[in-house]
């Protein structure tokens, strides 16, 4: 009843402006009074009108200048309950699971029933759209880990972990294109790393995995920017809710290599090393010694030109009379020799770095500031000698990549004179010489490299004369000396390198051929070391017929044919020693078969 009271003052609040004429107020009514009741009509469920019941609003003319309009009314909505906006999880929460998702590709999950909500935890490293009431789209943005929280049509949420990391799948095909050969080579990817399993052949291919991987890393730390509207559903709504969602974590960093590979047969190289230094020296010395003595009236008078630098090689002449004379000349040369300064042997496994030194040490005062505007002395230790450094790397074939930097150091004569004030004397600091090279080279196992243009060349020229009588043409050098010397030093480095395998457990020593000696032996035949006799080879010698043991007493007719002989062997010739020729006698046994009668 209340609902046609409204619609009846409604039709007279029309008849009333229509019977005043048609103006604009009047129609700014009618539409008014139309939209109300259009939206009144919107909200009222289906069935609520009767089927007989006229439309709930219409227009139509009564007549000339009027407008008789009907409007239905229906109840407005209830207001929806506080709080019923956000994903109101209901019952148990799912069992969490795990989805991984390479930077820059896109996957897409089933779900067990239609999607609600879904909320992201960070839309920066992850990006979530429906596709389906069942089935989401996930597109991974950046290197990093996230989670997502996704709520059914029943109300059921479920808890979705994603790992977004670089794309093993690219890598591994990387490999399989470029290294063909390293087929047991496994990527995988760890949340925001990429981890490198499986055996290479050498270390250097290793490596080259290694960079491989570190350059889809790099790649993929700069994927593309999550600035497309990550986290927003289809058709602008936020993909988020209401209810939190743990934040994510990574996010913009680079993926990490984690190298798990192992060398399928690690090599072990030794190192042959010689170290010849090639010392050259030439010496030329000549010197002249004059001596004059006289006497006149009661002057004496004498000369005396002595320029000797030694007593080596001295031609001399004197004149006994009453103008004694005396000429002395020494001349000296002398040349160097070849001298071995170490021959280390060094042992390293592929890949790894091995170092020799034969040498000393020396420790130097170096100053040092305490703090308090005064000064401290410290020895600071220093190495010199003969050493070494080696890095091998085995490679296909039999190749060996070898890293040597040898080095030769050795105190000089003359040091370095220091003085200080307030302070009586000086000190003579060590001078140290040093030579070093540092060379990478390819060779095959047994072959020999020379490290040498270490070249050292002084020349040292002295000359002593008596001014004015020295510089005479031709008499001159009686009255000089000339010491001429040259040095000249070149160090050489022979390297050898030598794969190294196991020895058989039965290689044979030097000692499994030395026994006890006794008196007679050392007197008479002079055998000092008393060797063994070492086990004839298998087959080797057969015993004459005439030393078979007796026959048995009862023998067949006609005796069946002997087995082959099989000479005894002793315990020791299983072992892999080299037999020394020597006459040794042994027995063979014949077996034959006894008649059945036989006791």
């Known amino acids: ?150 709520q059914g049509r029943s109300g059921t949420c479920s808890v979705i972990d994603v790992a977004v990391g670089a794309d093993p799948g690219g890598v591994q095909a990387a490999l399989a294109e470029l290294m063909p050969d390293e087929k047991n080579v496994r990527v995988y990817s760890a949340a925001d790393s990429l981890v490198l399993s499986g055996t290479v052949s050498d270390s250097l291919k290793a490596q080259r995995v290694v960079e491989i991987a570190n350059a889809f890393a790099q790649r993929a730390s700069s994927s593309v920017d999550s600035g497309n509207g990550a986290g927003t559903q289809p058709g602008g709504g936020p993909a988020q809710y209401g209810g939190g969602a743990s934040g994510g974590q990574g996010e913009g960093k680079s993926a990490r290599i984690v190298n798990m590979m192992g060398i399928a047969a690690p090599q072990q190289v030794m190192l042959e090393v010689k170290v010849a230094e090639v010392s050259k020296t030439l010496i030329d010395q000549l010197g002249a010694s004059a001596d004059i003595n006289g006497a006149f009236g009661s002057w004496s008078f004498g000369l005396l030109a002595n320029f000797l630098s030694g007593s080596s090689g001295v031609v001399s002449a004197v004149k006994n009379n009453h103008l004694p004379l005396n000429f002395n000349l020494d001349a000296e040369k002398r040349d160097g020799l070849v001298k071995i300064l170490a021959e280390p042997n060094l042992m390293a496994i592929s890949g790894q770095t091995a170092s020799f030194l034969a040498g000393g040490k020396v420790f130097i005062p170096v100053p040092q500031s305490n703090g308090t505007g005064g000064s401290t002395i410290v020895l600071q230790e220093e190495q010199f000698g003969v050493g070494l450094k080696f890095t091998p790397t085995v490679l296909d074939g039999g190749r060996i990549n070898l890293q040597v930097a040898p080095e030769v150091s050795e105190l000089s004569t003359t040091g370095v004179t220091l003085t200080a004030p307030n302070v009586s004397g000086s000190t003579i600091l060590p001078l140290i010489n040093t030579r070093r090279a540092s060379t990478t080279v390819q060779l095959r196992d047994g072959q020999s490299f020379a490290i040498g243009g270490l070249i050292k060349n002084n020349i040292t020229s002295n000359v002593k004369a008596l001014p004015g009588l020295g510089e005479v043409p031709v008499l001159g050098a009686l009255f000089r000396s000339t010491n001429f010397q040259q040095d000249k030093t070149e160090l050489v480095f022979v390297i050898t390198p030598r794969l190294v395998k196991p020895l058989d457990p039965n290689y044979p020593l030097p000692t499994d051929t030395f026994g006890q000696t006794n008196t007679a032996g050392v007197l008479l035949l002079g055998d000092m070391e008393g060797r063994k006799k070492a086990p004839a080879p298998a087959g080797t010698a057969v015993s004459p017929l005439s030393q078979q043991p007796a026959q048995p007493a009862v023998q067949p007719a006609t005796p069946p044919a002997a087995p082959p002989t099989v000479p005894t062997v002793p315990p020791e010739a299983s072992r892999d020693v080299p037999a020394i020729p020597q006459r040794v006698e042994s027995t063979a046994v014949i077996v034959k078969p006894l008649e059945s009668g036989t006791n």
């Open 1 to 150: 009843m209340d609902r046609m009271n409204n619609k009846r003052s409604a039709l007279d609040a029309i008849n009333r402006f229509g019977q005043g004429g048609t103006t604009r107020w009047g129609l700014a009514a009618c539409a008014v009074m139309w939209a109300g009741a259009a939206a009144a009509q919107a909200v009222v469920e289906p069935g609520a009108l009767q089927k007989n019941s006229p439309p709930p609003h219409s227009v139509r003319a009564v007549s000339p200048g009027q407008v008789q309009v009907t409007i239905g009314m229906a109840n407005a909505a209830e207001p929806p309950a506080p709080g019923s906006k956000g994903p109101n999880c209901v019952g148990e929460m799912r069992e969490a699971s795990h989805v991984t998702v390479p930077v820059g590709k896109s996957t897409i999950i089933n779900l067990p029933e239609p999607v609600r909500n879904r909320t992201v935890g960070n839309p920066h490293i992850l990006q979530a759209m429906l596709v389906s009431s069942r089935s989401l789209y996930l597109l991974g943005l950046s290197v990093g880990s996230t989670n997502m929280i996704v």
